[in-house]
């Protein structure tokens, strides 16, 4: 059958059926013709039984022979499938009867037996009465055998049908797998040829048509890969190609670069992406994208699915602006920028995607460390004043529109020169990077605490009335107090004013309020320090502190208005034997007014409001024009011309960086002989910027300038500076000198003064002699200069000048202009 062609199999599963039914029906019948044969076979015995019985119980019946009639029954009841024998007479009399079970003794009607009847005859008789019927014998056969009889050979037909139909269906299945099997495996080959699968040959060991069928397939399939593997070849050889430039570009860029299948598995990364995520580009291979690429939630501090499956599955590109954490194999974190997007196939459908990412950590963090320096102080960490005054302007918007009532705290930390005197701006630093930690953690988390420049602080209290705000106000005074800052082995003790502004929707804008918060402040300071005062309309103090403020409004204006006036002062020797190699003065600066204005009067606030590096500025301008114009009137040999004068310099000029380079600029502009000025510098200053005051005068001690430490003594550390100060003059403090005839204590500061600045080789110079007796104890002491209204008043530098007052106007003027 093997080589059996197609429609032979088809034609032989189609009669098989047939051939079976027709065979089931023979079966079936000769079953039938053997149930009946069994049926007649014991119906004629029975029938025999009852006849023979007849013919051999006439004589017993004839006569009622009971005995006889008995004996012969049980004959017959011996014989098979008997179960009872009964004799009757014509009127229904059972003569006799016996059964094989007693519960068959008694008549009954009963469908599992047959019952037989033949007549019983008399056969000797008269002529009347031959064949006189004399009564009945009944024979009963049992169906029980012939019913075992009939189900045993229904069972053998039974089971001969189903053992036939178990055998066709076996001969059919393996005779339709004959015919399937080449006809699947035919379809399977041709589905795997349609997917590609051109190595796939079909086994051939049919015959006929189907055998050829398999041939054709499988000569197909070979011309199928060979034309593939040459065109494979062609394009494996433009893939390389294309592969190799992709590669080396892949692998110069700067940028990661993941790819993946279409189920999100890695199928390249480039060096870049292994350096950045730490992982092998072999180890990587073939595993999920989330498990390489992780990235991780600051906020929920926990890993999150890069969302992939936005390209995989629904082909969109995917670009973040911001940035995210990339968490690499050992636990390394770097901030990354990244996108991806789907890659396609010429008909779109989706292969994979990539990811593109590059390292932005340096860039987000100078970018935090800038957006952080934009609102913060960088040396304590704290809000910076524009940031303050930020929130400030909020809290009075919410006072004036929602009536809500807050507090604004001004403080500015006692004694903090101290610690810059003693141990330098690096411990000063240190202190406010410690206290403002410190004060953080006093404050409400509703609170906001700023650094507002130098030693003054700023806390804006919310939703706090003025007793709640005195409350918090004195807790940080008393904190600040028993705070103790230790700086190699020596503790300071600092304190506290503060000045406390309640703010209501009557509180006018973030200038008046900044305003009464320093003033209150400065009040204070004024009533003893380490104390609070809280601003209230019509304070006595606060009105002087106003005053203040109005002078720095004059200030201004004077600047703008030419108000200002320069004067001169002589320094003369106080011994015969000191003689100047030129005279000598001392620049002092004055405000126009109904009366002139000394420094004393509006230098504090100057200085506390940031104007004296722009009067500074005013004076040298002013001063350098003045000896060039003098000097182009007069020539170089007039007495003046060769006159050494001292101009003051604050300390807040010596801070400012760009000072320096406008002094040198204004020697080269006014052609001014740097051997004729002298620059005094005041030892507050020169301590609280004692880097740059060393810079400065370093610098134009190499131009030939020359220089004074002014006021000196006023200081706590003033013998520990001066060795790193190259001063040429010693300007002793006019506290001493003024009380040095009267207190020996000051007469003894005056004397040490003198001998240290002599034997470190400086002319020593006493400020504010104002008698002669002060002048002769002077003279004993060995002082070399003294300067004062008891020796020389005051005067118009224009005057010493003699320059016209029109001329000193028009310098005045290109002066203003200048500083503008």
């Known amino acids: 059958m093997k080589d059996w062609s197609l429609q032979k199999r088809v034609l032989f599963l189609a009669l098989a059926p047939l051939t079976v039914a027709v065979l089931l029906l023979a079966l079936q019948q000769f079953t039938n013709a053997r149930i009946q044969d069994l049926e007649q076979a014991l119906h004629d015995r029975g029938q025999t039984l009852a006849v023979r019985l007849a013919s051999t119980s006439e004589e017993a019946v004839a006569t009622r022979n009971r005995k006889k009639l008995e004996e012969l029954l049980e004959t017959v009841l011996k014989e ?5 024998v009964t004799v009757t007479d014509m009127s229904g009399s059972i003569l006799a009867r016996v059964a094989a079970d007693e519960k068959d003794k008694a008549p009954v009607l009963d469908v ?53 139909l178990g055998l066709t269906v076996v001969f059919a299945l393996r005779m339709a797998r004959a015919v399937t099997r080449p006809v699947l495996s ?34 197909m399939a070979a011309a199928l890969q060979e034309a593939r593997d040459n065109e494979k070849k062609r394009s494996e050889d433009a893939l390389f190609l294309e592969k190799v430039r992709a590669q080396v570009t892949l692998e110069s860029i700067g940028d990661g670069v993941i790819t993946t299948d279409a189920e999100g598995r890695i199928v390249y990364m480039n060096p870049v992406a292994e350096q950045f995520t730490e992982w092998k580009g072999d180890a990587a291979q073939g595993k999920p ?38 968490m690499s194999h050992d636990g390394g974190k770097i901030e990354i920028q990244d996108s991806a997007a789907p890659i396609r196939d010429r008909s779109g459908a989706i292969l994979g995607a990539v990811v593109v990412f590059h390292d932005v950590t340096e860039i987000q963090g100078m970018a935090r460390r800038m957006a952080f320096l934009a609102s913060h102080d960088p040396l304590t960490g704290l809000l910076n004043r524009r940031e303050f005054e930020t929130h400030l302007q909020q809290a009075l918007e919410t006072a004036q529109t929602s009536q809500r009532e807050h507090a604004l705290l001004y403080l500015d930390l006692d004694q903090f020169k101290i610690v810059n005197d003693t141990c330098g701006h690096i411990a000063g630093d240190e202190l406010l990077k410690q206290l403002a930690n410190h004060l953080q953690k006093e404050i409400r988390a509703s609170d906001v605490l700023a650094r507002l420049g130098g030693d003054e602080f700023g806390v804006v209290l919310e939703d706090c009335s003025v007793d709640k705000a005195k409350q918090i106000a004195d807790l940080l005074r008393q904190s600040v107090k028993d705070f103790r800052f230790l700086w190699e082995s020596r503790t300071f003790e600092i304190g506290v004013s503060i000045g406390l502004v309640p703010i209501s929707r009557d509180s006018g804008g973030i200038t008046e309020v900044l305003s009464a918060a320093d003033s209150a402040c400065y009040v204070a300071k004024d009533h003893g320090r380490n104390r609070i005062h809280i601003y209230q309309p019509g304070d006595r103090a606060m009105a002087q502190r106003r005053g203040e403020m109005q002078w720095v409004h004059r200030l201004r204006q004077g600047l703008e208005n ?22 000598f003065y001392e620049i ?18 100057a200085e506390r409001y940031h104007l004296m590096p722009s009067i500074d500025r005013w004076v040298i301008r002013s001063v350098f024009s003045m000896l060039e114009e003098y000097r182009s009137r007069s020539g170089e040999a007039d007495e003046h011309g060769a006159a050494h004068f001292a101009i003051n310099l604050s300390g807040q000029s010596l801070g400012d960086e760009k000072f320096l380079e406008f002094v040198m600029q204004q020697f080269a502009q006014h052609r001014i002989d740097p051997a004729s000025i002298c620059f005094e510098i005041t ?31 006023s200081g706590l550390s003033s013998f520990g500076y001066l060795k790193s100060l190259s001063v040429d003059y010693l300007k002793i403090a006019g506290d001493f000198i003024e009380g040095m005839v009267e207190d020996p204590v000051d007469h003894a500061m005056v004397e040490a003064i003198n001998q240290i600045g002599h034997v470190m080789g400086l002319i020593t110079i006493a400020e504010s002699v104002e008698n002669f007796p002060i002048l002769d104890q002077l003279r004993d002491l060995g002082v070399d200069y003294a300067q004062g209204v008891g020796i020389d008043a005051p005067k118009p530098l224009h005057q010493l000048l003699q320059l016209p007052e029109g001329e000193w106007n028009a310098i005045r003027a290109r002066a203003k202009e200048a500083l503008s």
Not at 135 to 153: D, H, K, P
Not at 187 to 211: D, Y
Not at 563 to 571: E, P, T, V
Request: charged residues 25%; aromatic residues 8%.
């Open 289 to 326: 994208l989330s498990e390489v690429f992780k990235i991780f939630d600051e906020d929920s501090n926990r890993l999150e699915e890069y969302p992939i499956h936005y390209c995989l599955q629904e082909g969109r590109i995917i670009r973040h602006d911001s940035h995210h954490l990339l």
């Open 562 to 583: 030419n108000s200002f006036d320069l004067y001169c002062q002589a320094i003369v020797p106080v011994r015969e034997g000191n003689r100047p190699p030129s005279r």
């Open 683 to 713: 030892e507050t200053a020169a301590i609280a910027n004692l880097a740059r005051a060393r810079d400065f005068i370093a610098r134009f001690k190499s131009m030939g300038c020359q220089f004074a430490l002014d006021d000196f003594g």
């Open 186 to 219: 035919l379809t399977r080959a041709v589905e795997k040829i349609k997917n590609g699968e051109l190595g796939h040959r079909v086994s051939t060991q049919s015959g006929g048509e189907v055998g050829r069928l398999e041939d054709g397939i499988n000569a």
């Open 80 to 84: 098979k499938n008997v179960l009872s």
């Open 112 to 164: 599992t037996r047959y019952k037989f009847l033949a007549p019983v005859y008399r056969s000797e008789s008269t002529a009347a009465d031959s064949h006189r019927q004399l009564g009945w014998v009944s024979v009963s056969l049992s169906r029980a055998a012939l019913q075992t009889e009939q189900n045993r050979i229904l069972f053998q037909s039974l089971f001969m049908v189903v053992f036939g």
């Open 588 to 605: 002092l600066v004055r405000v126009q007014d109904e009366d002139l204005v000394l420094p004393a009067a509006f230098i504090p606030a």
